[in-house]
């Protein structure tokens, strides 16, 4: 079931992601989260 938390949650995790991603490639920069920076996210995940 949809709630008010798990959007928001939602939304804290692609922001989190984005931010990363950011860093990853630079300063300076805007990165929004994508299906494939998700599925590379979870990926890292499992090897850590």
Known sequence: MLTKKNEVEGLLNQADSGLYRAKENGRNRV???????KKAAAGRARKS
């Not at 990165?31 to 920076?37: I, K, L, R, V």
């Open 31 to 37: 990165e929004h989260s994508t299906a494939a920076a």
